[in-house]
T-cell receptor, first 109, second 114 residues
Framework: KNEVEQSPQNLTAQEGEFITINCSYSVGISALHWLQQHPGGGIVSLFMLSSGKKKHGRLIATINIQEKHSSLHITASHPRDSAVYICVSPGGSQGNLIFGKGTKLSVKP | KAGVTQTPRYLIKTRGQQVTLSCSPISGHRSVSWYQQTPGQGLQFLFEYFSETQRNKGNFPGRFSGRQFSNSRSEMNVSTLELGDSALYLC?????????????FGPGTRLTVL
């Protein structure tokens, strides 16, 4: 059974800080997703990555398939980055996605 | 291109009733997946449909069912509602089936069971 663990569960930062959210999973996979969920429920897919690093604006995602670990970084954080960030791994017993519990980020001005 | 739409956005039902939720995927997307989100369990996979066929089903009771139409629109149905079915139900569409495709999420339907 694939377990997806995220840390930290909650994170409060000051505007401008560099943010790191970590995700570990237990089953060998080929790729992993990062999602962003804003207050109100809307979910946006940020990245799907299978190796190395991907960058989109101030967001950077890295993955190490051998170590079963991924990180999401936010540079120069801004209050609009306040959201829940969710790591998602394939590998469910029903061939589906397994979701981490999420990291709730709050960026203060 | 229009995004994924879900109707209704909010719904209040009572125990024992049944409910049908609708999801219209992005034009050209043939796969639709459904998820349930609750404060206690987080996001959980319900089922995935591709070309009108259910490909995968999560660990939910038979009261939860779904279908997909030839235009890729999908519905999910919950019969004999229980208090614990109160949740945000999200659908997501992707071009093809499988867990390695980028999924585009709808705004969700918030179901409250009284």
């Amino acid at each position: 059974k694939n377990e997806v663990e995220q840390s930290p569960q909650n994170l409060t930062a000051q505007e401008g800080e560099f943010i790191t959210i970590n995700c570990s999973y237990s089953v060998g996979i080929s790729a992993l997703h990062w999602l962003q969920q804003h207050p109100g429920g809307g979910i946006v897919s940020l990245f799907m990555l299978s190796s190395g690093k991907k960058k989109h604006g101030r967001l950077i995602a890295t993955i190490n398939i051998q170590e079963k670990h991924s990180s999401l970084h936010i540079t120069a954080s801004h209050p609009r980055d306040s959201a829940v960030y969710i790591c998602v791994s394939p590998g469910g017993s029903q061939g589906n996605l397994i979701f981490g519990k999420g990291t709730k980020l709050s960026v203060k001005p | 291109k229009a995004g994924v739409t879900q109707t209704p956005r909010y719904l209040i039902k009572t125990r024992g009733q049944q409910v049908t939720l609708s999801c219209s995927p992005i034009s050209g997307h043939r796969s639709v997946s459904w998820y349930q989100q609750t404060p206690g369990q987080g996001l959980q996979f319900l089922f995935e449909y591709f070309s009108e066929t259910q490909r995968n089903k999560g660990n939910f009771p038979g009261r939860f069912s779904g279908r997909q139409f030839s235009n890729s629109r999908s519905e999910m149905n919950v019969s004999t509602l229980e208090l614990g079915d109160s949740a945000l139900y999200l659908c997501a569409s992707s071009l093809t089936a499988g867990v390695y495709n980028e999924q585009f999420f709808g705004p969700g339907t918030r179901l409250t069971v009284l």
